[in-house]
């Protein structure tokens, strides 16, 4: 066996075990595998272990492996890194999610850029939820109009919110997370995805109701700087 097949049952194990503890069904949470700065080689290793979702971070290395990758037909890249307005189009024609639409230009674009595909783009918006001024994502407050407007674009489907938590406070963050996704779910039908948890927290993640765990160290090891 492979170590990517085997770290990708441990991984499993590890979402079924924290599944238990919340009293949820492991149905409730899929697993994101988050394969930036791996080769495409190790993302066939993954495929064909039976892992079909993949995230990427960086556009221009994304689309080298989405390339390479073709004939894969039934994988799903997720872009979940921070969105440059220049690198909208590229997302939009590349991926079948993005995690990360934190502002209206960017979900304006990302719109407009999909009216060529056949499916439109499923949308997460990141909140930056531990108020950090250095990170990526929408503020609670800025998030209704976020919300209205992804809603309102036809090439788009709202289907969720995201969110990467400063390390000491993030049980607390879940919380806050769980809170805010329950709240708008009684107002958008369609969200029904909560991306939170990593190969550090995806334990303390799934106890706050996240449905979606995005996880790279676990799965592929340590990642060059
Ligand atoms: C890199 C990354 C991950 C995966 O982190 P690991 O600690 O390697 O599991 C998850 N989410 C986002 C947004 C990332 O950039």
Request: hydrophobic share 40%.
């Amino acid at each position: 066996m492979t170590s990517i097949k085997h770290n990708l049952m441990t991984v499993k194990q590890q979402i079924e075990q924290a599944c238990q503890q919340a009293h949820r069904p492991v149905e409730q949470v899929s697993l994101l595998a988050v394969s930036k700065k791996k080769p495409a080689e190790q993302i066939a290793q993954a495929h064909s272990a039976g892992q079909k979702q993949f995230g990427e971070s960086y556009v221009q290395e994304a689309v080298e492996k989405v390339t390479q990758l073709q004939h894969l037909t039934d994988i799903e890249w997720h872009f979940i890194g921070p969105i440059q307005s220049n690198k909208t189009k590229a997302i939009a024609e590349n991926f079948a999610w993005v995690h990360s639409v934190d502002r209206a230009k960017i979900a304006e674009r990302l719109n407009e850029q999909r009216g060529n595909q056949d499916t439109p783009l499923q949308v997460c918006l990141q909140v930056n939820i531990s108020g950090e001024a250095s990170k990526s994502g929408a503020t609670v407050e800025q998030l209704p109009e976020l919300l209205a407007l992804v809603d309102n674009s036809e090439h788009l489907v709202l289907r969720g919110l995201m969110a990467i938590p400063e390390k000491n406070s993030s049980a607390q963050s879940f919380e806050q997370m769980q809170a805010l996704f329950l709240q708008y779910q009684a107002q958008y039908p369609t969200l029904d995805t909560l991306s939170m948890g990593m190969s550090g927290d995806m334990t303390a993640a799934i106890n706050s109701g996240s449905t979606m765990v995005r996880v790279g160290t676990a799965i592929f090891g340590s990642r060059e700087a």
